[in-house]
């Protein structure tokens, strides 16, 4: 059975959250985000103030800090990603803003 945890559209968190299941956040989270070999979803409207760890994250919204995936990263339609982005794959899609520092290596590997 795939898990799945969220964080509900009036939701505010405040610290540190750590998962082993995927993550969909449609409310607030203030501070740092570490799911150890899932998925974290920042949906349209909702915002994450701290870094995000995780094997995948895509963002519809708005992300303040850095985001370090172990595969992908894609940034959709509307989101607003305010630092570094590092994964071995990043997907930037038109109408997606991005200001920060891009690096796209293979854990362990030099710098594309």
Do not use: F
């Not at 959250?17 to 449609?26: F, R, S, T």
């Amino acid at each position: 059975m795939n898990q799945r945890a969220g964080v509900g559209s009036s939701v505010v968190i405040k610290g540190e959250l750590k998962a082993h299941e995927d993550v969909v956040i449609a409310g607030r989270v203030e501070g740092s985000i570490n799911v150890t070999g899932h998925l974290v979803v920042v949906e349209a409207g909702a915002h994450v103030v701290g870094d995000i760890t995780a094997t995948g994250i895509v963002v519809s919204g708005a992300v303040h800090g850095s985001l370090l995936a172990e595969e992908r990263i894609q940034a959709q339609v509307g989101a607003d990603l305010q630092g570094d982005i590092s994964a071995p794959r990043v997907a930037v899609a038109d109408g997606a803003v991005v200001n920060g520092r891009i690096v796209t290596a293979t854990a362990g590997g030099p710098s594309a």
